[in-house]
């Protein structure tokens, strides 16, 4: 199983920017689908999960200003990043969990310009 983040660039403050992230290969029972972020420095955040009865959640410091979802038939997760700000910069990481594996994607860089 592969995921392949997609739709990371460069960015003004106050724009945005939708995040992809595609399973390939076969991935069965998927519980959780997340995106985490990495800034330059710092540890691994969590930034947003979807569960597999479509309820999502978000880190305090993106709610309300990013939305996460997903194709399941596709095993597509998305996410879209509205209002972004400088201190969005990192590199942004999704990750399926299964009950067997939890599976990580090679990530994109997301950089926001004051």
């Known amino acids: 199983v592969q995921l392949q983040a997609s739709g990371g660039g460069l960015v003004q403050a106050g724009g945005s920017l939708r995040l992809s992230c595609a399973a390939s290969g076969s991935i069965t029972g998927i519980k959780a689908m997340r995106w985490y972020r990495q800034a330059p420095g710092k540890e691994r955040e969590w930034v947003a999960v979807?569960?597999?009865?479509?309820?999502?959640d978000y880190a305090d410091s993106v709610k309300g200003r990013f939305t996460i979802s997903r194709d399941r038939a596709k095993k597509i997760v998305y996410l879209q990043m509205d209002s972004l700000e400088p201190r969005d910069t990192a590199v942004y990481y999704c990750?399926?969990?299964?009950?067997?594996?939890?599976?990580w994607g090679q990530g994109t860089q997301v950089t926001v310009s004051s």
């Open positions: 990750n399926i969990d299964t009950p067997y594996k939890s599976h």
């Open positions: 979807i569960i597999s009865n479509g309820n999502s």
